[in-house]
């Protein structure tokens, strides 16, 4: 990193934005390296949720500048025998606490090097069991930031956590099984189904239709746009991250539907 | 913009801060200008309220320094005709939807030049027809701020949309409509009835009085802070952006009153 | 201030993140000092709570670079008497209101000088009587990070208002009384009981044993970690602020034991 290019950090966390948790992990950063640029990503992961802070990590990574340090910190196992990694890929670098929060990077990014982080002079002086975020993960996140060789800072490690990522699975030629894995601020309802799968059991060309249940409803119409809709209708799009999307122009979905994450989604295709 | 000068880029969204979205627009924006400095005004715009979006621009723009880029992405028709516009003022230039958000601008600013933005060299490479904060405003601000010419993004344009705003009516001299047009965390009711209207309708020196009828209540005390009122009383005060506010020390005005924004304000002026 | 270093500027403020306050402090602060680092500590204290401020304050400011200036506007007496106070530490600076949310400060810190806040030159041309985190605190804040003498800024002061900080009683040598001082996002319960108190009572290695009593309930087991409990179970640990805290692995102890801030706590020791 030379010295004219700032490192960014960015932070995913369930820490909220009422608590001091944040706000004392950037001074930590910037007490290490004070011309880190520090972007949150999301404090509002609902508290211990892994798959929610892992699908945070996994649509929004690939936007940030080459050698952001992408740190997250969900952690329910603090102060527990779960060890703090830091995962170098091509592009950018990740560290958090080894419970399977980097499950999707582990699936999506060439790895170079998965290190277990041991390295105690990278850490605050006192280690409490109950705020590593402070006490570890941001001062690691610090000095990694100014340059230091990731394996300054532990050993390289092979059986780090990997954590079961929704299955999308084809039980046949014309199902298709997914499940919401995501509702975001507008009751949009994402689901694990990519286009390419969905495209290719559509057979585009074939004439194929296809009906998606979900809740007790179903669902044809897929659109381009949220504007597209009428206003109160269910339809679906494929979304800026590639996904199906359950929605409704100016209204929630999952007000619609009284769906919660993890709710299973059932595609039928026919002639 | 000289080089040791850093870019000042403000947000103002609908898109929580839960959601990965507006880190995703930073992490955008940093990849484009990496010594940008970005600021967050709000991104609790309620969802696609374009009137709630304009207040905010409205009564924060001016307090920032010079040259500091707005955006603002409240967006219900993306994806659709709309388009991406850029307004240059005197002192700032800001960047949205061509729906209307940017309406307080055009009647408060000098406009130097309005201009439809189509230059895809300034976009991301694939743009979704979902998320065009991030594919396209978000780039678009990036490469404004590092000093390229405005027209370079587009053409000149007349035609941009302007919102119809609150109106404030004057049926006759003892008479004033307002309207609630923002409610603050504290439950203070914010009315587009400035001072300056205010103050010429009570003829100052005159020894005309006022009442002021907001749902079903009657206010006739006019204060200069919160601290002057007794908890649970309510009364009136201009507020810091010059603006008449109904509110109650210590205490929800909006809770006491039960009102909304939008509703309707009227004040009888009598001798 | 060398030039190469950038100030780091704090925020603490009850103003939350949807209306345009928090934005346009920062937008006034770059406007002074373009090359200052803002970082939020909290704006989500509740609305007019010294307390809440005062504590959120305290657990955060150590952690910070040296120099850093803290700026805390909880302000319910904004734009009476109450006084914009300066306060300068050995490693920090603290601005606020002087209604005394800086009370932990006052405990904690060697104080070198408190300064009321007069000269007008370091404020915006035009003072609200309603708005002083933009029109005084902001701009002060700004101008004491590019370097300007703390005492150009109004005379020392020795009579600052100092808060009540909530007791801790130890009415006989088996008795501990203290109270809830803050919950955090998780529902932990946050006493103001320190660990050198508690182990001074427990009289280490002399087999005493406790029972704490809060909110009708009895804990008496005290764990290292949150992931030692069982899900649902009340227990004790010490936080990472080396405060006693009641908590549950998984769960909410504030949702379990239906308490809020304020509440007495009582630890009874025996042989």
Chains 1, 2, 3 share one sequence.
Not at 72 to 91: E, S
Not at 116 to 131: C, G, K
Request: glycine share 8%; aromatic share 10%; charged share 25%.
């Amino acid at each position: 990193m030379s010295k004219e290019k700032r490192a960014v950090i960015s932070l995913i966390t369930d820490f909220g934005l009422r608590d001091p948790f944040v706000g004392v992990m950037k001074g930590v950063i910037l007490n290490v390296n004070p011309s880190a640029t520090i972007v949150d990503i999301s404090h509002e992961v609902a508290n211990h949720d892994l798959q929610e802070a892992a699908f945070i990590l996994y649509s929004s990574y690939k936007y940030f500048p080459q050698d952001t340090i992408h740190l997250v910190v969900v952690d329910p196992g603090v102060g527990t025998a779960r060890r703090p990694i830091l995962v170098v890929g091509d592009k950018y670098r990740f560290i958090a606490p080894d419970n399977g929060v980097l499950s999707y990077i582990y699936r999506e990014e060439p790895l170079k090097e998965v290190v277990a982080i041991t390295s105690e002079r990278y850490f605050l002086p006192s280690i409490s069991s109950t705020f590593h975020g402070r006490d570890i993960f941001a001062p690691v996140a610090g000095w990694l930031s100014t340059g230091i060789d990731p394996l300054k800072f532990g050993e390289p490690v092979q059986d780090y956590v990997r954590l079961p990522l929704p299955d999308l699975v084809q039980p046949d030629d014309s199902t298709l099984k997914g499940a919401i894995i995501h509702i975001d601020k507008f009751g949009n309802l994402i689901t694990n189904i990519d286009r390419a799968t969905f495209e290719r059991m559509m057979k585009s060309g074939s004439g194929r239709k296809f009906v998606l249940r979900v809740g007790g409803e179903e669902v044809v119409k897929l659109k381009e746009t949220y504007a597209q809709g009428k206003k109160g209708e269910l339809f679906l799009l494929f979304n800026s991250f590639g996904l199906l999307e359950i929605t409704s122009y100016m209204r929630s979905a999952a007000g619609l539907l009284k769906l919660q994450r993890g709710d299973e989604v059932l595609i039928k295709f026919f002639p």
